[in-house]
């Protein structure tokens, strides 16, 4: 029986390569299409769940009600952990967790150079991140022990034992020596805490000053709670400790005129659990909204839900020319689930060369999409329980329900009538029709919403920023050179070059460089009785003059005074949120020195287009780290002038790690997460339209197929080859306008939550929706002309005889 | 061996209502060989849709040797047919993806006859319809007459009491007509029973007893003998 089965369903799939074709290669695209979108939305849903207490562990953070800001932030000043493992015996474990930049290590005269963190030892014994060799136990005990990655012992000491050896590691200026302690499993891809090597915090360079300091923010802080702690009672204890701690820093707050929170509290302590790191906004900046991937998900069942209609509508459509089959099978005495079997195995067979053809699509994109995507995958999702589970239930779901559904209906078919090929199946054009409209209402849906993100992220990166960055290179410095020696050599050296205008040092790079880092500054003081918060910018001379950012009263630093590292710059908010009638009077206290305002510049986009302008005040002092320098060249030869820049600072600093950027690709770089969703709607919109058009195409045929006799009596009586194409195209048309009219308001309010995002934005024109329809509408027009003209221009008798 | 009576069927649309079969009534005796007459529309097919168990009646009653099988559910008169009765038809309704071996054999699957005897019984009857040596072709590539053949063979593969055939010669020419008729004839006297549908004056007169309809029910009953 099953060979009879298969025979006849390969013949069959044979003989109707059309539909088959569009079966197998819609499902396949499909289930491809489906296993990356998945596999990308696993892959992030699986951040940091492989720790064991990942339940208990938690990320602290304080909130603080500030004059004009809510201000949320995860750096915390030395003493705190301490104290707060002390009073609080609800915690179990609690860890300092420092990232002080790239550290060097030098071991027989190699250096090599390592992301670096400073912890407690608590931390192996709360997080998961296995040893290889080594105890976690004793790991960290000693202040001069090291943790290396496996990646970074290979690349160190090769095949040798590690284990015992010393290495120096730079802190500050002097090298220190480290010995081996324990080698960790490189840390998966999926975590959000990454290091390659670890060290005690007590190493950190600043700790001999800073460890009773409870005013310098520089570190995350992680607690692992005991089991039973409920997250109210550890709120509770949470807040005794705030009131202890930082009773003077809530009273300063009340003075200045800041509003408390609903409870009255100026200053809280807050949780974010470990599994939710990788989704908080305020835990990293790289953090991506938990929409995400239930994004991708979303997507991805759009296009299997696509491509299931064609397969449903296609199996139906189909069952007009195998009527005759089926009821002769039933005339023969087969009951009704046997034909359910016959034909389910069919979409079955159907199913299973889909998956296979998709799992090699996917296998052979799988490069390219990672790239395309800029998404790092880790290979243990696809031992992932749930990752195969879900694939298993997607695969079942769409065989079952595509190839099911069409079975049943063409198993329940009366006999009399399907012996004699009459039946009435193929004309259910509500189901038909109804499915239609949801697989373009998806397709319009995506076109929306591509449309409406791509004229975001076109506004993103043209809009004015206030200062010029075109014409500006900016280099990271890096650990290898001081900074400010960096910045005077480049300025001598590329003073002789005539298409270099200006050169510039600064702290915090515009947007995100070569380095990949970004950072940000603040200070707050008290001033006229308020708390005033301000974003810092250490910068160095010439900074206006190089990034083009207009002076708007007073002046720039300039070498001709002395004292100009007493001076600063601010802008236009900073000077508003002072609130002096005349800005350039305003003296601010700070520290024991006194710093008074030079200038003021127009306001300038320092931070990316998601957040407001904020304060901003910028200093020229020595004493401060300079970490990237700016440099103006021409407009003329803009590549030339990159390379000579380049070919300078090799010179200065031959070490140097990270290329040399325009700020334009910076600036860019900060819409990264945004280009990415961007280029996942047109990826997700070109494939349900491809895949609708699939469908429609087919079901074309199919109709025309079944009205050849009326398009032959038609044009007997007179109707033109337009009015018939008409007469088709119009029903469809209907169809997918009407699909373009019911997605308009759904995707138009989805997007809008979504521009809400950023403080600069574009507002969605009726015109989006406009051109959706249009395209909508001319890409099925474009797939019904085909086979509607072709039927059309027959000759009336041909199409009289295909009865 | 059937026994039909008040037999009746309505066909139903939003407007109007057709009376297909009017409280009809008849026997055919095992070994018969009957063939029912009549113009368009008189309910000829509806008599053997039902008498094949495709359709059920909407009243009366209709004993199969001695069971009533007038209001089975679909897998009872399924399990009933694949065991006593073949179709023939007008327009052989033979599957085009299936060989001409594989068509004859499709009841024997449905019956869950085990593949070698499978072999052995569809053999036997291509021989005797003479069409052996189209075992391995498909029904597109034989001619109308030997399609009807492989037709035939594969209404008696399964030995069964009852024969149903519609207009079995409306789509042949009459040399291969008649060939088709003396083959229905042959099993008819090897006891098989057969109700045939027909048009022809000519192919009833191979019949014992000649049926003629009229809008539902029967005019006349002819004995030829």
Known sequence: MLKNYLKIAIRNLWKHKTFTLTNILGLAVAFGATLLLSLTAFHELSYDQ??????????????????????????????????????????????????????????????????????????????????IEGDKKTALNTLAGIVLTEKVKNSIFGKEEAIGRTVEMKTDTAWKPFVVTAIAKDVPENSSLEFAALIRFENTPAYQGAKDDWDRNDHDVFVEL???????????????????????????????????????????????????????????????????????LLIAAFILFIASVNFVNLSLGRAFTRAREIGMRKVLGARRQQILSQF?????????????????????LLPGYKTLFNQSLSPGILRSPWFLGSIVLGFAAVSLLAGGYPAWVLSALNTSQTVKGKITVAKNYRLRNSLMVIQFVLSGLLIICTTIV??????????????????????????????????????????????ILSVTGTDINMGRGRDNSSSSSAITFEYKGKQIQSNWLRVDYDYAKTLDIQLIKGR???????????????????????????????????????????????????????????????????????????VKVAPTDLPGSLNAVQKVWKTINPKAESEISFLDENTDKQYRKEARLSRIF????????????????????????????????????????????SLVAREFLVLVGLAVLIASPIAGWLMNKWLQDFAYHIHISIWVFLFAAAVALLIALFTISFQALKTAWLNPVDNLKSE | MIKISELQKVYRTEEVETIALNKLTFDVKEGEFVAVMGPSGCGKSTLLNILGLLDDPDGGSFLFNGTEVAHFNERKRADLRKRNIGFVFQSFNLIDELTVFENVELPLIYLGVKGPERKQRVEVVLDKMQIMHRRNHYPQQLSGGQQQRVAVARAVVNNPKLILADEPTGNLDSSNGNEVMQLLTDLNEQGTTIIMVTHSEHDSRYSHRIIRMLDGQTVTENILV
């Open chain 1, 344 to 364: 389910w195995g069919e979409a079955l067979l159907i199913c299973v060369a889909s998956l296979m053809l998709g799992i090699l699509l996917a296998y052979t």
């Open chain 1, 50 to 131: 492989f720790h064991t207490h990942k339940t208990s562990l938690q990320q602290l953070y304080r909130e603080v009600h500030r004059p004009n800001t809510i201000e949320n932030a995860t750096a915390f000043p030395m003493p705190f952990t301490p104290a707060l493992k002390t009073e609080i015996p609800d915690i179990v474990h609690a860890s300092r967790y420092g990232e002080f930049g790239s550290n060097i290590l030098r071991y027989k005269d190699h250096e090599f150079q390592y992301n670096t963190v400073y912890v407690d030892p608590d931390f192996l014994d709360m997080f998961s991140f296995p040893l």
């Open chain 1, 454 to 499: 791509w004229q975001q992220l076109n506004y993103l990166r043209t809009a004015p920023l206030g200062y010029n960055k075109q014409q500006v290179l900016s280099i990271p410095i890096g650990a290898h050179i001081d900074g400010q020696r960096a910045l005077d050599l480049m300025r001598s050296r590329l003073a002789s070059i005539p298409n």
């Open chain 1, 682 to 725: 047109i990826s997700g919109a070109l494939l349900t339209i491809l895949i609708s058009c699939m469908g429609l195409f087919a079901i074309v045929v199919l109709v025309m197929g079944q009205r050849t006799k009326e398009i032959g009596i038609r044009k007997v009586l007179g109707a033109s080859v337009a009015s018939i194409f």
């Open chain 1, 226 to 296: 005991s089991p039973q702690t409920s997250a109210a009672s550890f709120g509770q204890k949470l807040k005794a400790f705030t009131h202890k701690y930082y009773a003077k820093q809530a009273k300063d707050l009340k003075t200045s005129g800041a509003a408390p929170d609903k409870e009255g509290e100026f200053v809280s302590l807050r949780s974010i659990p470990l599994t939710d790191l990788h989704f908080n906004s305020i835990a990293s900046s790289a953090g991506i909204n938990k929409f995400y991937p239930y994004l991708l």
């Open chain 1, 556 to 630: 720039d630093f300039s070498r001709d005074y002395s004292m100009d590292s007493a001076a600063i710059v601010i802008n236009e908010k900073m000077a508003a949120l002072l609130g002096d009638k005349d800005p350039l009077k305003a003296n601010i206290p700070l520290d024991a020195s006194h710093l008074q305002v030079v200038g003021v510049v127009k306001d300038f986009h320092f931070k990316s287009l998601h957040r407001e302008i904020a304060p901003l005040t910028m200093v020229i002092r020595r004493e401060w780290p300079l970490a990237y320098i700016f």
